[in-house]
């Protein structure tokens, strides 16, 4: 039975019928396609630099996971810039350090097929959403102002939205699903 959504705790941890501290709420909630509410463990990941220079073409991407301090914001711009000049996607990937579904996709992106697909096609941006969730409505509108994690947009180069995973539902996490994903949209 999948739980109701005052069960499930927001970005901060606390139940989602708590009042949020600041900006949307972000909620863990289970792909439709990983067949499980089980939450996987939470693993600490390595923290990204925070440069906010974009990937050149099949170069070596950052550490993938959620850097707090990171720059969210010039990571993001850089980005955008870059793909308006290499005319790639931008992928934004938010998620925290305590979702157990964006521990998951993180070691999916250190497939070296994933991690091909993704220096090939896009400029690759993880947003934490503890530190950042302010940017969420941003690139993601919700009617609600929660928003289940990990959270998918792919932007055009044009700075437009190609796709955001709260409308459509996540892909699945495994390397074979979740690199169909990325070549459907980067087409």
């Not at 934004?92 to 350090?97: D, I, P, R, W």
């Not at 979702?99 to 697909?117: F, H, I, M, W």
């Not at 947009?153 to 699945?172: E, M």
């Given at each position: 039975m999948a739980p109701s959504p005052s069960d499930l705790p927001s970005a901060t941890g606390a139940p989602s019928s708590a009042p949020p501290s600041k900006g949307p709420t972000a909620t863990r909630k289970p792909s439709a396609t990983t067949g499980s509410s089980k939450k996987p463990a939470a693993t600490s990941a390595p923290a990204r630099p925070s440069t906010g220079r974009p990937q050149q073409p099949g170069a070596p991407l950052p550490p993938i996971g959620f850097d707090p301090k990171a720059d969210a914001k010039a990571q993001i711009a850089a980005a955008r810039a870059?793909?308006?000049?290499?005319?790639?996607?931008?992928?934004?990937?938010?998620?925290?350090?305590?979702?157990?579904?964006?521990?998951?996709?993180?070691?999916?992106?250190?497939?070296?097929?994933?991690?091909?697909?993704?220096?090939?096609?896009y400029h690759f941006v993880q947003i934490d959403?503890?530190?950042?969730?302010?940017?969420?409505?941003?690139?993601?509108?919700?009617?609600?102002?929660?928003?289940?994690?990990?959270?998918?947009?792919?932007?055009?180069?044009?700075?437009?939205?190609?796709?955001?995973?709260?409308?459509?539902?996540?892909?699945?996490?495994?390397?074979?699903?979740?690199?169909?994903?990325?070549?459907?949209?980067?087409?």
């Open positions: 870059a793909a308006k000049a290499d005319n790639r996607k931008v992928l934004l990937e938010f998620g925290a350090t305590w979702c157990g579904y964006c521990t998951t996709l993180n070691k999916t992106l250190r497939d070296p097929s994933v991690q091909a697909e993704l220096a090939a096609s959403t503890d530190s950042h969730g302010d940017l969420l409505p941003q690139y993601a509108p919700s009617s609600s102002g929660s928003y289940g994690l990990p959270l998918i947009v792919i932007l055009n180069p044009d700075g437009s939205t190609r796709v955001a995973t709260n409308k459509t539902g996540n892909p699945g996490l495994d390397v074979a699903s979740f690199l169909a994903f990325l070549k459907k949209w980067a087409a």
